[in-house]
Nanobody, 115 residues
Framework: QVQLVQSGGGLVQSGGSLRLSCAAS????????MGWYRQAPGKLRELVAT???????NYADSVKGRFTISRDNAENTVYLQMNSLKPEDTSVYYC?????????WGQGTQVTVSS
């Protein structure tokens, strides 16, 4: 199994920046990809960004050019740098790890962007 512990997030003004971190532990050697998703009240959980073991990245159109996903393999940590934040980025953000076809999730962290 994989355990994911998130940190970061909080309240920021529109145009500001935040960084989220997600530390993985457990059977990390078999993690194929990690990523970030978000879910706003009353909405479905949506993909924000993913990064594979090889470093290939994928972003939602809504965050391209503003968010950057990265990973530190030595620290087993994935990051989401969020710049030029907008009120519509307000959501609970979840870290995700895909291991042998199974999804693992972090505890979620609130990101609130004020206008």
């Amino acid at each position: 199994q994989v355990q994911l512990v998130q940190s970061g997030g909080g309240l920021v003004q529109s145009g500001g920046s935040l960084r989220l971190s997600c530390a993985a532990s457990g059977r990390i050697f078999s993690i194929a990809a990690m990523g970030w998703y978000r879910q706003a009240p009353g909405k479905l959980r949506e993909l924000v960004a993913t990064i594979t073991r090889g470093g290939s990245t994928n972003y939602a159109d809504s965050v391209k050019g503003r968010f950057t996903i990265s990973r530190d393999n030595a620290e087993n940590t994935v990051y989401l740098q969020m710049n030029s934040l907008k009120p519509e980025d307000t959501s609970v953000y979840y870290c995700n790890a895909l291991q042998e076809g199974y999804d693992y999730w972090g505890q979620g962290t609130q990101v609130t962007v004020s206008s």
